[in-house]
């Protein structure tokens, strides 16, 4: 654009000074500087376009980064809340991994290794209580002939379910 005025400015110096004594010249030097002209207006509404698009783009920038810094917040807060919420499952989980070992200490060698395995093979249940004679392992209920065995079985004798195989727990609402 400053090209344009100073060629502009230069055109009409020329023509102001007289030095171009040609009318066909003169008339030449006209069209030139209304021509520059003209391409001066149409290179300011350029600019003035340009300049508006810029300040739309900062504003939306503005707004986008705010929002970042919003989602950002919101972010670190869950963050923090995850890293609590599992501090306090691995003090949690270490209470309860001691309180199992002191369990385990008073439960016989075999049935703790029956149940381990039992535990392993049933994705981290090995036992299930018996529960108005329904196991609640598989969720099934045991036929008569089941529950009159459990009925029949010491208190002491270690009793699987034939569904699902794993330990059943008597209790008293297994319904017996």
């Given amino acids: 654009m400053d090209q344009v005025r100073q060629r502009a400015a230069r055109d009409q110096q020329r023509l102001d000074s007289g030095a171009v004594s040609s009318p066909k010249d003169l008339e030449s030097l006209q069209r030139e500087i209304a021509s520059l002209a003209k391409r001066q207006g149409d290179l300011e509404d350029v600019v003035l376009e340009v300049m508006e698009r810029r300040e739309s783009a900062q504003e939306r920038a503005a707004e986008l980064t705010e929002?970042?810094?919003s989602v950002q917040a919101k972010a670190d807060d869950a963050t923090a809340r995850r890293d609590a919420a599992l501090a306090e499952l691995d003090t949690e989980a270490a209470s309860v991994t001691k309180e199992r070992e002191i369990v385990a200490g008073s439960v016989p060698a075999d049935l703790l290794k029956l149940y381990?395995?039992?535990?392993?093979?049933?994705g981290g249940v090995?036992?299930?209580?018996?529960?108005?004679?329904?196991c609640e392992g598989c969720?099934?209920?045991l036929n008569i002939t089941e529950v009159n065995e459990v009925k029949a079985a010491a208190p002491d004798a270690v009793l699987r379910c034939e569904n699902c195989?794993?330990?059943l727990v008597r209790t008293s609402e297994s319904g017996l």
Wanted: charged share 50%.
């Fill in 126 to 134: 090995g036992a299930a209580r018996l529960y108005q004679r329904r």
């Fill in 67 to 69: 929002r970042v810094s």
């Fill in 116 to 122: 381990d395995k039992l535990r392993e093979q049933q």
């Fill in 165 to 167: 195989r794993r330990i």
């Fill in 139 to 141: 969720r099934l209920e």
